[in-house]
């Protein structure tokens, strides 16, 4: 005959069976829960027909989508509109529920307001909506528009800027075109998105960046030399100096060369 098994065993088995149990029982629950409780979203119906986006007549329509927060100032972009008709400005203030434009929560960066934007106006998309941050002047901005929001939206090109933009950067170009990856050349793009062409010039093009180089190497050993409050050190002046005058050829030199592309006077 077989041996029974060990009391020990199958009290370890019943316990094992009965925690699998519970733990069924309890996800399941909250399962249920959930799905009883979701707030599921529906667009609002459209009060007209919406022009499809491939719609020439809708192509003059842009909507600027901004993310900020109380303390930012956003009157470049409150004032864009006077001197860009087709344009509209939304301003969410995301951490003041009593503002105009709001977000639900105050979560997921700047993702809410765009993810807000888009659904609020779902059968009413302009042919363009550039979303942006509330700040005027940042370091990811392009080089050649003086890293400025205002330049950037007032110059983007109407036939280029459906492509733009960083909230789409690793997808768009898979959705859009079936490819992988797409890196156009930086010297056509300035050009077809906002008008900055160097006179075809790509030697030109090609020194802007290469003084820039330079200035920004002198600008660190620069840095280096001053301390925590921003002093030139002791026995550093004389080289500071010196690096001060070497450095101002390169600013005119890039002034010059971004005049020249921008077709500034």
Request: charged share 25%; net charge negative; hydrophobic share 35%.
């Amino acid at each position: 005959m077989r041996a029974l098994p060990d009391r020990r065993l199958l009290t370890i088995a019943l316990a094992l069976v009965f925690l699998l149990l519970l733990a069924f029982y309890y996800y399941h629950s909250k399962i249920s829960i959930a799905l009883g409780t979701a707030r599921i979203f529906h667009p609002p119906s459209p009060s007209s027909p919406t022009p499809p986006l491939d719609d020439p007549q809708n192509e003059t329509t842009r909507a600027l989508i901004i993310a900020s927060l109380q303390s930012d100032d956003v009157s470049w972009a409150l004032s864009l509109p006077s001197t860009t008709p087709s344009l509209t400005t939304h301003v969410y203030t995301v951490d003041n529920a009593s503002a105009p434009l709001t977000v639900p929560a105050n979560k997921g960066h700047e993702a809410m307001v765009y993810l807000t934007y888009i659904i609020d106006h779902y059968h009413t998309l302009p042919a363009v909506a550039i979303f942006m941050h509330a700040h005027e002047t940042t370091w990811h901005k392009n080089d050649f528009l003086n890293s400025n929001s205002s330049l950037t939206v007032t110059r983007l090109s109407q036939g280029h800027d459906r492509l733009s933009g960083r909230v789409r950067e690793y997808l768009w170009q898979y959705v859009l075109g079936g490819v992988e990856e797409y890196c156009p050349d930086e010297f056509g793009c300035y050009c077809d998105g906002f008008g900055v062409c160097f006179g075809g010039d790509r030697k030109e093009y090609e020194r802007y960046f290469e003084l820039r180089g330079k200035r920004r190497e002198i600008e660190g050993e620069m840095a280096g030399m001053k301390d925590e409050e921003g002093r030139v050190k002791a026995g550093e002046e004389e080289r500071f100096r010196g690096l001060g005058e070497r450095l101002q050829p390169l600013i005119q030199g890039m002034e010059q060369i971004k005049d020249k592309a921008m077709d500034i006077e």
